[in-house]
């Protein structure tokens, strides 16, 4: 099946320790996003890349790191620096030439232990 | 920057009911506006893309409106069935390409 692929479901962090979320994509797609959304709040952009090897911060980038060494992935990174990691993380992507176009995956849930 | 607020933030009817989701933004200067749904503990899917350049757009019972120079968006659902509980989310992008959500209506369609 053609889609976005988001793992974890469920991931726990411990105080001080950097947590990866996996993005895969098979939709051959450019474009990749990286959002966190938190109760009562719409979707906030972290990161994003139009192209292997380039990366955006967004509006919340603080604390996170991106890398993109391949099209078809897109791992968020969620460091120690990030003091409140507690949400729901959304990846997307779109065709570099339909960017009004945006395939959610089905989100990881990052948790504070 | 872009805000984008939607009223009500949650909205119960009884089935078969018609309803009226808003949406409203502050900077008219948008490329378009799409209509989301969110199940919970899912991903978000397209339900209505409306270019900057037009009013409407309708898929089945779905009909979104846009006015652009206001600065907002109604999504109608006619008939509403249980199957449409879910939120509703509207986004905004500009044309830098950026996405700006709105924080959603939870809607609950009692049986």
């Known amino acids: 099946d053609g889609g976005i692929t988001q793992s974890p479901k469920y991931l726990f962090r411990k105080e001080g320790q950097n947590v990866t979320l996996s993005c895969e994509q098979n939709?051959?797609?450019?474009?990749m996003y990286w959002y966190r959304q938190d109760p009562g709040q719409g979707l906030r952009l972290i990161y994003y890349?139009?192209?292997?090897?380039?990366?955006q911060k967004g509006d919340i980038a603080e604390g996170y790191s991106v890398s993109r060494e391949k099209k078809e992935s897109f791992p968020l990174t969620v460091t120690s620096a990030q003091k409140n990691p507690t949400a729901f993380y959304l990846c997307?992507?779109?065709?570099?030439?339909?960017?009004?176009?945006?395939?959610f995956g089905a989100g990881t849930r990052l948790s504070v232990l | 920057k872009q805000e984008v607020t939607q009223i009500p933030a949650a909205l119960s009817v009884p089935e078969g009911e018609n309803l009226v989701l808003n949406c409203s933004f502050t900077?008219?200067?948008?490329?378009?506006l799409q209509w989301f749904r969110q199940d919970p503990g899912k991903g978000l899917t397209s339900l209505l893309l409306?270019?900057?350049?037009?009013r409407e757009q309708t898929s089945g019972r779905l009909n979104a409106s846009l006015d652009k120079s206001s600065g907002r968006s109604t999504l109608y659902i006619a008939a509403s069935q249980p199957g449409d509980s879910a939120t509703y989310l509207c986004?905004?992008?500009?044309?830098?390409?950026?996405?700006?959500f709105g924080t959603g209506t939870s809607l609950t369609v009692i049986p």
């Open positions: 409306i270019q900057s350049s037009q």
């Open positions: 939709l051959n797609h450019d474009a």
């Open positions: 900077d008219s200067a948008i490329y378009n």
């Open positions: 997307a992507s779109s065709p570099l030439l339909a960017k009004n176009i945006q395939y």
């Open positions: 986004a905004v992008q500009n044309t830098g390409n950026q996405f700006y």
């Open positions: 890349s139009q192209i292997v090897n380039d990366f």
